[in-house]
């Protein structure tokens, strides 16, 4: 093999060097062109302005005296005198008390990055059942981290839960400097994205960021639950949007949202309503590909410490990965390089099964990615 292997021609090097640069273009390739090439054109207007204007005035006392006809349990007073760097709200269904214990005991208990306080908060809507309810209650009493929005926590109701959510942020939270938005199914390394933060320390404001979903187009069947009737939202494609499952606007963000929210369409998914939202403050998605979306990253202890997020992960999952990222252990460059490579190969691998699978079963789930 050593011998063979020296005796290669030059045309036989360059087709080795060849293969392996074209391995690297085809796994890579797509993150980077999203990364650096496909941005938007910026357009800041006269509305844009005045919107900004009017959301560095705006006035949350009105809010603040009403609390009760927002929001069933508040938490009105956690962020008092505290600055914090990081707010994390982790969308949860009011009966997952379960999945919120093993956050809590996992990723959610991080307070805090190099001296960057962050803290986690659980967002939920209202249960249909009042022995629920109860259960709520004794869990915020011990805990004292959930936001209860004053509506019915279903699949439709998911936009008025994300208005209600930063509606909070910006009344009750207004010196967190970052706002995160994350569901329970997720798992966030909340170091490494406070680190990345940190890198865009130059501007703290207009910040959008996550996996940048570009041209969707809205569902028009009338049979389907997210069918979008074409007079709530006439064009062909949405704006460019943050994938739902986790994303990161900064708090002046927040706020320009909140003043806009009146005059967007609400009959459409949460995370393109949030998009839309962006599109007419003229704020442009930032792109990461180190967010998953919806999909699971296979786990490797050097990926996960590198990446923001990945998507369902069981609960006997959790504590594993927790564990060994806070082992102590660094990654070195080739470990980290490794790592990227075996766990971006075994995921695409796993999409490529599950859309096949998909295929077979005729289901239109997985075509949604
Ligand atoms: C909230 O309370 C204020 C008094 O601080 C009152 O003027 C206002 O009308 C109330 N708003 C709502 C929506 O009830
Ligand atoms: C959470 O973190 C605190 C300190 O940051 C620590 O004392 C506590 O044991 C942690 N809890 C769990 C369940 O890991
Ligand atoms: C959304 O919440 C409102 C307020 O609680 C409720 O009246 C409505 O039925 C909910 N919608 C759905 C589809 O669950
Ligand atoms: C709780 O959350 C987990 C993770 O998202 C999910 O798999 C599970 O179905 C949820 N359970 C309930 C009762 O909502």
Redesign the pocket.
Known sequence: MQVTFCRLRTHQWCFILFNVILFHALLFGADFVEEYFLHSLPYIDMKALEIKNKARKLNTEPLRSNLSKYYVLSQSEVCKGKNIFLLSLIFS?P??GT?RDLIRKTWGNVTSFQGHPILTLFALGMPVSVTTQKEINKESHTNNDIIEGIFLDSYENQTLKIIAMIQWAVTFCPNALFILKVD??MFVNLPSLVDYLLNLKEHLEDIYVGRVIHQVTPNRDPQNRDFVPLSEYPEKYYPDYCSGEAFIMSQDVARMMYVVFKEVPMMVPADVFVGICAKSIGLIPIHSSRFSGKRHIRYNRCCYKFIFTSSEIANDEMPLAWKEINDGKECTLFETYYGLISCKLLTYLDSFKRFHLGTIKNNAMYFGD
């Open positions: 269904s009966g997952n999945r329970e199914e």
